[in-house]
């Protein structure tokens, strides 16, 4: 069993940035593939970006690319997600997730999931 607890989370203007943190505590966690989904009211969650366990294989959504940077500290076992230039669509509840497979966007590859963080961009 893996648990993940998300911080970070607030109201930011339009612009503005902020660094999610996701802790993981359970056996091994420090070799799962870690992810970042988000989900806005009234719609699906939807992938962001993930992270293998080897920091260097890394994947992004297109729509985060050049603004969002996923990163690992494993002596920590913490994932985190720097958001910059951030915009009022980027408003969600932003969710952490492990698997024991490589970087994947698809929601089913992913076994243990956060409770959540929101995240709202004011205009």
């Known amino acids: 069993q893996v648990q993940l607890v998300e911080s970070g989370g607030g109201l930011v203007q339009a612009g503005g940035s902020l660094r999610l943190s996701c802790a993981a505590s359970g056996r091994t966690s420090s070799t799962y593939t870690m992810g970042w989904f988000r989900q806005a009211p009234g719609k699906e969650r939807t992938f962001v970006a993930a992270?293998?366990?080897?920091?260097?294989?890394?994947l992004y959504e297109d729509f985060v690319k050049g603004r969002f940077i996923i990163s690992r500290d494993n002596a920590k076992n913490t994932v985190y997600l720097q958001m910059n230039s951030l915009k009022p669509e980027d408003t969600a509840t932003y969710y952490c997730?492990?698997?024991?497979?490589?970087?994947?966007?698809?929601?089913?590859?992913?076994?243990?999931w956060g409770q959540g963080t929101q995240v709202t961009v004011s205009s």
């Open positions: 992270i293998g366990w080897n920091p260097g294989r890394v």
């Open positions: 997730a492990a698997t024991r497979g490589i970087p994947g966007s698809g929601l089913s590859r992913y076994d243990y």
